[in-house]
Nanobody
């Protein structure tokens, strides 16, 4: 499995960015793919995930109503990030979890479950 993330950069507070992740080599139908982030001095955390089998999504409370995850053609995943805040500054990674564990209507999105990681892309929110 290969994951290639792109789209990070420097943006002012209140601005927007869109991250992309292209996934190659995932042959299973039942898996979760998502975005995770790691801020300096903090543990890697789940941001948003999508279940491959039915497209159900989940979001961390800190990004709900601001971030939107989506997929195109089953290979490219996006994270549209709006109303960005300084606390969104982090290295963002795409990752694949080789199962779907549905909780509260969407897939569990935990960094500890990830089997495959892409290289990170840095998002800096600063004026």
């Amino acid at each position: 499995v290969q994951l290639q993330a792109s789209g990070g950069g420097l943006v002012q507070p209140g601005g927007s960015l869109r991250l992309s992740c292209v996934a190659h080599g995932v042959s299973a139908n039942t898996y979760t793919i998502g975005w995770f982030r790691q801020a300096p001095g903090k543990e890697r955390e789940g941001v948003s995930c999508i279940a491959n089998s039915d497209g159900r999504t989940s979001y961390a409370d800190s990004v709900k109503a601001r971030f939107t995850i989506s997929r195109e053609n089953g290979k490219t995943m996006y994270l549209q990030m709006n109303s960005l805040k300084p606390e969104d500054t982090a290295v963002y990674y795409c990752g694949v979890v080789m199962f779907e564990w549905m909780i509260t209507g969407g897939p569990r999105c935990s960094a500890s479950d990830v089997s495959y990681w892409g290289e990170g892309t840095l998002v800096t929110v600063s004026s």
